[in-house]
C-alpha cells in the first residue's frame, strides 16, 4: 500500500499496458459496467517498478473516478511454490467440492456414507446460501463444536453473532457471493473465531461450493476444535514472556529493581486517591499513574500486571471527562486494583529467589571494579576531600545511558507489534553520570516519550521508502549539561506532528476558544496537555490521551520544562530540560 501525497498526476505516478485507461473518458473500461474487473501489467516510473494488477474502476462524483488496484505480481511468481505447499489443501478442497453437490436441495440426499465420512473428521461442517439459510447437510461434531445443529438457522444465529456483527457479516456475504474479489482474498475477512460458552478455542475456514457458470451457490463452513493447541501456544507465550522478564533484570537490573520497588508507592498513591470521592482531578491522576505503570509493566514483559492496569484504565475512562465518578463504579474500580495488587505480589513471590528481595524490597546497587574500591580504600586517610567526591562519583552517581538504553527494548518491541521497522536506540552523552534518585519518576515516564515515538512518529517501512526515507527509522537520545542543568532531547526522523490536525482536534475539544492567532509551534505543545490525543481511537500504545501530559507533570514537578519541536515528514523533537542535583534525594525516590 502506499500513501499518495502531493500534486502529481495519477498518469505521472502510474502506467497501464490495458488501453484506453489512460486518460480516462467515456468509452474507459469501467464507465458502462462498473464491477468489470481488468488484469493489466503496470509501471512505476518514479522507483521504476512494475507488476500485474486486477483493476477496478469506475465513475464517482462528477469529474471524478474511483480506482481500486489489487496486486497480484507476488501471487503470480510464487504461484508455483504456493501451489506445491498447498497440494494437500487444495486437494482436500476438491474433494470436498465433489462430496457436496451445488444445490442446497441436492445435498439433503447426501448418502450415509459421505455423513460418516464428514461425522468421522471430527470437525464442525455445515453449508448456507446467499440468503444465509444454512442446509440439510452438517456434520454431527456440530452439535458439539458449534453447540447446537445448524439445520435450517441463520448462518450469523449458528456463529453466535452480535448484533454488531451481524451487520458486518451481511456486508461480508454479499461481497463472498458476488465475487467482487477472489473468494480466497474475501474469505479471512469472515469470523475467523467462534465464541464456545466453555472456553474451546474453535477457528472457522469457509469454502465455496460452485455452480457449472463458476457462480457461488454456497459457502461451507469448517468449525476446528484447537482448544489443546491453543492452550499450548498460550503456554509458550508464557514462558516466552518469563523468559524475556528474566533476560531484561540481567541486561538492566538496577532499573529494574527500582521499578519493583515503586509500584508498592504507586499502588499506595492509587489507593489514597480512592479514600474519597474521586473527581475530575483524582481520576486524571489515577489514570496517569496507572498509565505509567502500564508502560513499565509492558517494558519488562510483565504481562499480567500490564494487563490489569490496563483493566483499571478502561474502569475509569468513561468518567474522565464527566469529572465525577458513581460510587458502584468506584467500588467495581477499586477491585480492580486490589487484583493488581495481588497479582504484584504474586508475582514478588513467585520469583524472590531471582530477585533475591527483601521483605519484597531491593536497594539500589551500583556496581565498581574491585581495582576501583582498592585505589578509593588506600585514599581514604590521605586525601578527605577529594575522596569524598570521588566516593560520590564511584559510588552513587551513575551513567545516564544506563537509565535509557533499556528503552531500546521497549522499541523493538512496540516496533514489531505495529509492523515497523526501527534501528538500534543511539544514545549521546550517555556517560554523563547523575544522582538517579530524584529522577527515578521522570525516567519512568519517559516510556511514553518512546512508545509515541515508535506509534505516532514512525512511518511503516513501505510509507518511508515511498518518501524516500531507510525503511527502518531512527531515534536518537542526546544529552547535553551545563550551569543550567541537563537537556535531553527524544529526536525521531518520522512524519512529525501536522499543526493543522492539531487545530482540527483542539477546534473540536474547545469549540469556545480561538486558536487561529497561535502559532504552528505553539499549537504543537497541545499534544502534552492532559486528555489530548491526536488518535480517534484507542490503540494498544496510545489513544488515551495521557502519555506525554505524564511525562510533562513529572518534568515540571522537579523544576523543569518540557518543549515540542516539529517538522511534517522530517520528525520530531521532544526537548526536556531539567535541574542537575548536586546530592541523592532518597525521600522523594521512595
Known sequence: MRRLVGKAKFQELITFSEEKILPITNESPGYENPSALIETAYTLPKVEKFGKTQLIMRPALPGNWVFFMHDVSLEETLAAKYRAELAKTEEYARNLEKLVDARTAELRDVNQTLNAILDSLGQGFFTFSEDGQCGGVYTKACADILEGIPKERKAWDVLGLTEKDQAQFLKWMETAFKEFLPFEDVKGLGPNLYAHKHQKHVTLDYFPIRRENNEISDIVVVATDKTVEHQAQMALETERQYASMVVKFLKNKEQFLQFLNSVNGTMAALFALCEKPLDSKAIAESFRLLHTLEGESGTFSLAEMRLLSRVSQQVLEPFKQEGKMPIDAQTKYTETLRDLKTQFAKFLADNESIFQLSGGEAARTVEVPVTAVTE???????????????????????????????????????????GKQVKP????GGDIRIFPEPY???????????????????????????????????????????????????????????????????????????????????????????????????GEFSGRGVGLDALREEVLSIGGNLHIKSIVGKGTTLEINIPAFEETDLRRSA
Open 440 to 538: 527515578q519518576a521522570l525516567f519512568a515516564s519517559l516510556v511514553h516519550a518512546f512508545r509515541n515515538a515508535a506509534d505516532h512518529g514512525l512511518e511503516e517501512p513501505a510509507e518511508r521508502d515511498w518518501a524516500g526515507k531507510d525503511p527502518a527509522g531512527q531515534i536518537r537520545v542526546v544529552v547535553t549539561e551545563d550551569q543550567s542543568g541537563l537537556h535531553m532531547l527524544i529526536i525521531d526522523d518520522g512524519r512529525g506532528i501536522d499543526p493543522a490536525v492539531i487545530r482540527e482536534k483542539l477546534a473540536k475539544k474547545f469549540p469556545d476558544k480561538d486558536f487561529s492567532k497561535h502559532s504552528d509551534e505553539e499549537i504543537i505543545q497541545h499534544v502534552a496537555l492532559p486528555g489530548f490525543s491526536s488518535r480517534d481511537t484507542v
Open 376 to 418: 578509593f580504600e588506600t585514599q581514604l586517610d590521605t586525601a578527605p576531600a577529594p575522596l569524598r567526591q570521588k566516593f560520590r562519583e564511584l559510588f552513587l552517581r551513575v551513567p545516564i545511558g544506563s537509565r535509557l538504553k533499556y528503552f531500546d527494548s521497549l522499541l523493538q518491541s512496540v516496533a514489531e507489534k505495529l
Open 425 to 428: 536506540l543511539a544514545i549521546e
